[in-house]
């Protein structure tokens, strides 16, 4: 499990930085209390593999709830847990210029100048600075390239191929998923509803599966699909993509679309590109 603790001055670009690990598939949570840390890290190792990767915004918005950072930090290290602090800075004047172009306080000083409260927050933070493992100064990055810095760190520059890609099965009768970018409709292959010992099963089913591939037709969907995904991938990474949906739908997102989004995934999986399944609708 990787985990990440994202913390710095306000307005350095945790917003943007927490985004950046939510679209290469992180678990993330903003403004974690720092109490809970420890007691979150224990749900995500009992979630069976569903929670691998995690990234924590915790920071100064907490008050004096943030003070018990490193005792949460020493007692995740101590149950086994592995973390890295990513520290976002910049210069006083970029921050300033910032709080002015959102007319915001800042959080430490209320009824006080920006300048003010970031001498305090600085002041608040540098112990967490000095344990950061990635210090970055965002002071002249654009929110582009501060997301490349993250992908970068996140992935360790190895497994990130341009793109991270998004398989959901789901079902007509509850709506298309709203982010879909390709959605495909499976409703044309014969419905494992309509046969009695199946109706109760879902597409991760060994019974289903093979029901739903054992017609001619979804195999010649399959590879006609597999080479269309193939072709438009690489053509999605160049015009700089970061997150591709591709939407599986059948009438419930319980059988046929579960079955044949399970096998996408597979073959995305193979060509050694970041992919994320998700059964939308298949306990409804």
């Known amino acids: ?32 209390p720092p109490a809970l840390i420890p007691m979150f890290a224990d749900i995500c190792k009992q979630s069976s593999g569903k929670i691998e990767n995690v990234a924590l915004v915790s920071d ?6 943030f003070n018990q950072l490193f005792e949460s930090l020493n007692e995740l290290q101590e149950k086994g847990f592995k973390y890295e602090i990513i520290f976002l800075d910049a210069a006083d004047n970029k921050l300033v210029t910032r709080y002015k172009e959102t007319r915001r306080n800042h959080p430490l000083a209320p009824q006080g100048t920006v300048l003010e409260g970031i001498a305090t927050e600085r002041n608040l933070l540098s112990e967490v600075r000095t344990r950061a493992k ?40 509850y709506g298309i998923p709203i982010d879909s970018d390709l959605v495909f409709d499976v409703r044309f292959l014969p419905n494992p509803y309509y046969v009695p010992e199946l109706r ?22 399959l590879k006609q699909l597999d080479n269309m ?13 970061s997150q591709l949906v591709i939407a599986i739908g ?9 079955a044949i989004a399970n096998d996408i995934y597979a073959f995305i999986k193979k060509m050694g590109h970041k992919v994320v399944l998700q059964h939308r609708d298949y306990q409804k």
Not at 6 to 23: F, N, R
Not at 159 to 173: Q, R
Not at 229 to 241: A, N, T
Request: hydrophobic letters at 35%; a neutral charge.
């Open 1 to 32: 499990m990787k985990f990440f603790i994202i913390t710095g001055l306000s307005g350095a670009g945790k917003s943007s930085a927490v985004k950046a690990m939510e679209d290469i598939g992180y678990y993330c949570v903003d403004n974690m």
């Open 60 to 65: 100064l918005r907490g008050g004096d709830l």
């Open 134 to 173: 990635y210090i970055i100064d965002t002071t002249k990055l654009r929110p582009s390239d501060l997301k490349d810095e993250i992908k970068k760190i996140a992935l360790n520059q190895t497994e990130y191929k341009g793109i991270i890609i998004n398989v959901v099965s789901f079902g007509f009768k």
């Open 200 to 221: 109760p099963k879902t597409g991760e089913d060994k019974e289903v599966r093979d029901y739903v591939f054992s017609y001619k037709q979804t195999d010649q969907f």
């Open 229 to 241: 995904i193939e072709f438009l991938i690489p053509y999605y990474v160049e015009e700089g993509k």
């Open 250 to 258: 059948c009438t419930g997102g319980k059988h046929r679309s579960v």
